[in-house]
């Protein structure tokens, strides 16, 4: 999928959005969705169990999500750059600056409020995904991404791994984070598990794929993802899903 | 035989519709079917249209006291006394 292709929102602050948006006078969130959601509906209902892949931008002081209410999904937040103030009804008030990442688990209720309160944009990275059992108890949990640290070296962020964030749910996100010429094969769990790659930034190939900053690409059935990144920058998610 | 009854999760917000539990509060009784309430129902939480929630097949976490009983409460047995 082109970056082009996604579904794009321009939400605003002022005007029939007022409640649901934060942020004054006139905050800005711009939302590029890979899959339905809200008012765009292209046909492409999700990726196995995830359902949502925002690519999200909060201008404005202010700007962001008023307090809303969410049931059952699991939502993942990465933030790529400003600062992301997270509030829910777990109990947590947290600031998320670039790196860091959260999943709330909202079970069975919770409610969440996601806002930019510094006057540099935010970016982040929003994901749904769908849990494998319905009411949970509500959760939130958080950890950080050092990109250099783990230069050139796929992390795992979220699934059954050393020091990711563990969800109820059969999935992986992972993120790579390269300066060189790499080349890496992606073996899913099992044929029947899905592979999402989605370039933040930079340029990969995937398989026989060029894909540049923002493309994306989803693959079912294959026993290994060839994947070759260039010699700049580059940054990449990989979602793994279980059908 | 009637179909099993059936759980629909909301893709606005996560909210569930289960036939088995209806939402007696918003007027639905349990046992609705998805078919049976109105196309311009939406979600009572954020207002998505029903034609965007989905069916799902997840079952409840354990020990959640939400669980639906499908039917009569059926008491366990008295345990048999044994005398030696």
Known sequence: MRAEARGYNKLQSTGP???????????????????NFGPYQAGRAGFGRLRVFGDEVFSGPGCGYNMHRHHNFIICAFVLQGEL???NTVGNVDRLTSGDYYAFSAGSGGKHCEVNLKNDDMHAIYM???????????????????????????????????????????VTVSRLSSDAVMALDYVPRSASHG??????????????????RRDSRGIWGAERINLRTGPQETDLMIVETAP | MSEELK????????????????????????GTRWADIP??????????????????????????????????????????????
């Not at chain 1, 592979?195 to 894909?211: I, K, M, T, W």
Request: aromatic fraction near 10%; glycine fraction near 6%; charge should be negative.
């Open chain 1, 17 to 35: 959005l007022a409640s649901y948006i934060s942020g004054h006078p006139e905050a800005v969130l711009i939302r590029h969705s890979s899959f």
């Open chain 1, 85 to 87: 103030t997270h509030i």
């Open chain 1, 128 to 170: 749904w995904f769908l849990p494998d059992q319905l009411l949970l108890p509500p959760s939130y949990r958080r950890s950080h991404f050092d990109a250099l640290a783990n230069r050139n070296q796929l992390v795992t962020l979220v699934g059954n791994a050393d020091g990711a964030l563990r969800v109820s749910q059969d």
């Open chain 1, 195 to 212: 592979v999402y790659v989605f370039v933040l930034e930079g340029e990969v190939h995937c398989d026989d794929v060029a894909l540049a």
């Open chain 2, 7 to 30: 759980r629909f999760i909301c893709l606005g917000c996560g909210f569930l519709y289960d036939e088995a539990l209806g939402l007696p509060e918003h007027g639905i009784a349990p």
């Open chain 2, 39 to 84: 196309e311009t129902w939406a979600c009572p939480d954020c207002f998505t249209p029903k034609r965007l929630f989905v069916m799902v097949e997840i079952p409840y976490a354990a020990d959640e006291p939400h669980l639906p009983r499908l039917g009569p409460i059926v008491s366990p047995p008295e345990p048999s006394l044994h005398v030696i």
